[in-house]
């Protein structure tokens, strides 16, 4: 069955950085544009960014933009977040997806931005 196994967040001071990881098993993963997705305390799911099949083609929201990278590697089956100048409004629990409303997500990983 298609399993996405989200890992990497934690506890980091403003400004800091942290790098997210999603394993993913049960799909063809290079044939899926994969996802990243947020939800902070009290709020809604939020789009983060997307990449497509073969890495080529990423999008951000503009929340994130010049701070926070996705990319995957297809021999590996994992995606990947790397996430820079983080600031307290980051703080969120983050799910990757294969789907950009969130669909099938993973269990998400706690990524807390606090001094």
């Known amino acids: 069955q298609v399993q996405l196994v989200e890992s990497g967040g934690g506890l980091v001071q403003p400004g800091g950085s942290l790098s997210l990881s999603c394993a993913a098993s049960?799909?063809?993963?290079?044939?899926?544009?994969m996802y990243w997705l947020r939800q902070a305390p009290g709020k809604g799911l939020e789009w983060v960014s997307t990449?497509?099949?073969?890495?080529?083609?990423?999008y951000y929201a503009d929340s994130v933009k010049g701070r926070f990278t996705i990319s995957r590697d297809n021999a590996k089956n994992t995606l990947y977040m790397r996430m820079n100048s983080l600031k307290p409004e980051d703080t969120a629990l983050y799910y990757c997806?294969?789907?950009?409303?969130?669909?099938?997500r993973g269990q998400g990983t706690q990524v807390t931005v606090s001094s």
């Open positions: 990449v497509s099949d073969r890495g080529g083609l990423t």
């Open positions: 049960g799909f063809t993963f290079s044939s899926s544009w």
């Open positions: 997806a294969r789907s950009p409303n969130g669909l099938g």
